[in-house]
């Protein structure tokens, strides 16, 4: 007789616990969809703050770096490309590459492209803004196909090392005014594609 009392008080304490459990957990997800509320103190004007949730679009190019010696002698010269791999289909409509480098540390010259690509519009060495430019405006109406995993040499240039130490080229991204960026822009849609790159780190010796 003292179990059934106590099974008959323990029972409803359970199915109360239950019940209030379930409430905290549906006012808890209410909560995070519900959008915040946020008044403006001068104008006592009630606002809902709904938050952004950017998507982050994947990568569909990478930029890679090569040469045969990562170790280089002053005075000697050394050949380094840039390569462009595709991770999926698709077609380019428009390729402006920016690549950083010091001046002071390398004597760079001789660009030169695939037979793939269009002549570029523009290609320049710049000491001044320590930088390589080169830019493609595609004409075909089709653009550049890209196959998957298709590897394609954008630029090839030679270099000449000045002084020892450790250096780098990399891809610029753009500066403070957002110039020197470097992009590719899609045919089909225009839009900008995402890339990832490396950089080419070299150990300069006498």
């Known amino acids: 007789m003292k179990e059934k009392?106590?099974?008959?008080?323990?029972?409803?304490?359970?199915?109360?616990?239950?019940?209030?459990?379930?409430?905290?957990?549906?006012?808890?997800?209410e909560q995070k969809n519900k959008p915040q509320v946020k008044t403006d103190t001068s104008t006592n004007v009630v606002q809902?703050?709904?938050?952004?949730?950017?998507?982050?679009?994947?990568?569909?190019l990478g930029l890679i770096f090569g040469t045969?010696?990562?170790s280089m002698v002053v005075g000697k010269k050394y050949p380094?490309?840039?390569?462009?791999?595709?991770?999926t289909t698709q077609s380019l409509d428009t390729a402006e590459?920016?690549?950083?480098?010091?001046?002071?540390?390398f004597a760079v010259s001789r660009l030169t492209?695939?037979?793939?690509?269009?002549?570029?519009?523009?290609?320049?060495?710049?000491?001044?803004?320590?930088?390589?430019?080169?830019n493609y405006l595609i004409s075909e109406k089709n653009g550049v196909e890209l196959s998957a995993s298709e590897i394609l040499p954008l630029i090839k240039?030679?270099?000449?090392?000045?002084?020892?130490?450790?250096?780098?080229f990399e891809i610029s991204t753009g500066n403070e005014n957002k110039e020197s960026a470097?992009?590719?822009?899609?045919?089909?849609?225009?839009?900008?594609?995402?890339?990832?790159s490396n950089k080419l780190d070299v150990q300069v010796l006498k």
Not at 80 to 87: F, P
Not at 182 to 192: H, L, R, S, V
């Open 5 to 29: 009392k106590i099974m008959g008080v323990i029972i409803p304490i359970v199915a109360i616990l239950v019940i209030l459990e379930s409430v905290v957990l549906v006012n808890s997800l």
């Open 80 to 87: 380094v490309e840039l390569n462009l791999i595709s991770k």
């Open 97 to 105: 590459i920016y690549i950083k480098y010091d001046p002071t540390a």
């Open 68 to 70: 045969p010696n990562k």
């Open 48 to 60: 809902n703050v709904v938050e952004d949730k950017k998507v982050v679009e994947p990568e569909t």
């Open 157 to 168: 240039f030679d270099v000449v090392p000045k002084k020892t130490g450790d250096f780098e």
């Open 113 to 134: 492209f695939d037979s793939k690509l269009t002549k570029p519009t523009f290609s320049k060495i710049s000491e001044k803004q320590s930088v390589i430019v080169v």
């Open 182 to 196: 470097t992009m590719f822009i899609e045919n089909a849609t225009g839009k900008n594609l995402i890339y990832s």
